[in-house]
């Protein structure tokens, strides 16, 4: 690591620093987003450093952005446990005015802001995107729950398949190419789903639940007893349930890679491999999956970077254009109501 990336890593370089203007500032921006990624996902860090290196450095700045206002709503430092927030409003209003300003072009002295506003001048962000997510943001917020499975595809839209969408601009895909853009959204939404099923154990120790309530209903669950060894099984069956989901939607959006330039094209199935790989894995291993954190490890990682190579050379062959499933839910072209 580079003297002035160790800095950065370490939340040494200043103010000044990251609003000096020309490309040492962009250079300082993306050394403070690149440790981000580094920090907060190291699945995601992996693919993206197959990316070409300027698509490379927009990717990991649009990150650094959902990443700080992700541990903002949740009072979190790059993921990890659940914190208590106390004063949750006043923390969405900052998001919401920091955002507003970036967007703006303004400089806003809070560098992942600042990230955000680098990214959106350069790629010509579309704001509708970036609204949907910070609806996300409120959504998580509030403490709301999900009373249906098409509830909690909205809320995986607004949490992860908006950011799916803002990345398929930062790789080139015109704003107006709806249908490259829903397969980008269909990856965000496997992910989500990968999440809330890996993560149904950890949530509802933090007081949150993503199950929709139909679904512990039919399970004979109640939320306040998850954590039971009685509710064990049954929830192992939710689990399994939200994983195959997953990968429903991890096999649609493999269907746009062909629309992107090789390198995306490989970063993207690297991505799709390696987190999807944490769905199947929890689908596979049924309750053990609610002992331990699932997730991959390096040589998995190495492996889904080498095999994503060939996909991505082959994949017109292997992923031909193909009308979407119309059993999975699709974002609303209108934008979609409040939840």
């Known amino acids: 690591m580079a003297p002035r990336d160790a800095l950065v890593a370490q939340g040494a370089v200043g103010r000044d620093a990251l609003v000096a203007h020309g490309s040492a500032r962009r250079d300082a921006l993306v050394a403070y987003a690149r440790a981000s990624?580094?920090?907060?996902?190291?699945?995601?860090?992996?693919?993206?450093?197959?990316?070409?290196?300027?698509?490379?450095?927009?990717?990991?700045?649009?990150?650094?952005?959902?990443?700080?206002?992700?541990?903002?709503?949740?009072?979190?430092?790059?993921?990890?446990?659940?914190?208590?927030?106390?004063?949750?409003?006043a923390r969405l209003s900052r998001i919401e005015s920091l955002t507003s300003a970036a967007l703006a072009g303004e400089e806003t002295g809070e560098p992942a802001f600042d990230c955000l506003a680098m990214v959106a001048a350069e790629c010509a962000l579309p704001r509708r995107y970036v609204d949907d997510l910070l609806e996300g943001f409120a959504l998580d917020a509030?403490?709301?729950?999900?009373?249906?499975?098409?509830?909690?595809?909205?809320?995986?839209?607004?949490?992860?398949?908006?950011?799916?969408c803002l990345m398929a601009i930062v790789m080139g895909v015109a704003a107006d190419d709806d249908g490259v853009i829903d397969r980008a959204c269909d990856l965000g939404l496997a992910f989500q789903l990968a999440n809330v099923a890996r993560d149904v154990v950890e949530d509802a120790a933090g007081g949150r639940c993503y199950l929709p309530g139909q679904w512990l209903s039919e399970m004979d669950l109640e939320e306040k007893a998850l954590l039971t060894d009685a509710a064990r099984p049954r929830l192992a069956i939710l689990t399994?349930?939200?994983?195959?989901?997953?990968?429903?939607?991890?096999?649609?959006?493999?269907?746009?890679?062909?629309?992107?330039?090789?390198?995306?094209?490989?970063?993207?199935?690297?991505?799709?491999?390696?987190?999807?790989?944490?769905?199947?894995?929890?689908?596979?291993?049924?309750?053990?999956?609610?002992?331990?954190?699932?997730?991959?490890?390096?040589?998995?990682?190495?492996?889904?970077?080498?095999?994503?190579?060939?996909?991505?050379?082959?994949?017109?062959?292997?992923?031909?254009?193909?009308?979407?499933?119309?059993?999975?839910?699709?974002?609303?072209?209108?934008?979609?109501?409040?939840?």
Not at 60 to 87: F, I, K, N, S
Not at 142 to 164: F, M, N, Q
Not at 306 to 329: F, N, S, T
């Open 37 to 89: 990624m580094a920090r907060g996902s190291k699945s995601f860090g992996a693919a993206s450093r197959l990316f070409d290196p300027v698509m490379r450095e927009r990717v990991w700045m649009l990150y650094a952005w959902c990443r700080a206002c992700d541990d903002l709503v949740d009072g979190q430092d790059h993921g990890g446990t659940l914190g208590p927030v106390a004063d949750v409003e």
């Open 142 to 164: 509030e403490g709301w729950r999900p009373e249906t499975i098409e509830d909690l595809l909205a809320y995986c839209y607004h949490v992860a398949g908006a950011v799916g």
């Open 240 to 339: 399994g349930r939200l994983a195959a989901l997953a990968e429903r939607y991890e096999a649609s959006a493999r269907v746009g890679t062909p629309m992107l330039s090789f390198r995306a094209a490989w970063a993207v199935l690297a991505a799709a491999g390696i987190y999807g790989g944490i769905a199947r894995r929890v689908g596979q291993a049924g309750q053990r999956a609610l002992d331990v954190r699932v997730s991959t490890g390096r040589g998995e990682k190495l492996g889904w970077l080498l095999r994503a190579a060939g996909q991505a050379a082959a994949r017109e062959r292997l992923y031909p254009a193909a009308v979407r499933d119309a059993g999975l839910w699709r974002r609303p072209r209108g934008g979609l109501p409040r939840l």
